[in-house]
């Protein structure tokens, strides 16, 4: 009966986070993969699924609360897609090992840009 809570745990802080729009999705991917223990191409598929239900209850609220910059999206949806088209191909490709580093690498450096990074006031 336990082997759901932990699971059940992840996936409740990883929505709240993406309800906040601060990238639950990747704190998933890291339990998927460090803890659960998935193949990195599994955890990224399942983690792409998750995006689109958690990211479409969410965008109601902030809408409404007017953080959506219209003038943004065509040009930020375009850019995406195509971005999104192109790594994905390229990560199917890639050894599971290289892809972690790869991962591991863009999670140091983003961590690093928000410990140095200077705030705005």
């Not at 986070?17 to 460090?34: D, K, V």
């Not at 699924?49 to 409404?64: D, E, N, Q, R």
């Not at 490709?93 to 983003?110: K, N, S, Y």
């Amino acid at each position: 009966m336990s082997g759901w809570l932990l699971p059940m745990a992840a996936g409740l802080i990883t929505g709240v986070l993406s309800g906040f729009g601060i990238g639950g999705g990747t704190l998933l991917l890291l339990y998927m993969t460090a803890v659960a223990g998935l193949d990195q191409h599994l955890a990224q598929g399942i983690n792409l699924l998750y995006f689109l239900p958690a990211g479409l209850t969410a965008l109601p609220a902030h809408v409404k609360n007017g953080y959506i910059q219209k003038e943004a999206l065509l040009p930020a949806i375009v850019s995406g897609l195509v971005c999104a088209a192109i790594a994905a191909w390229v990560a199917t490709a890639m050894d599971t090992h290289i892809l972690r580093r790869c991962f591991g690498a863009f999670l140091a450096l983003v961590g690093l840009w928000e410990l140095m990074g200077k705030r705005k006031t």
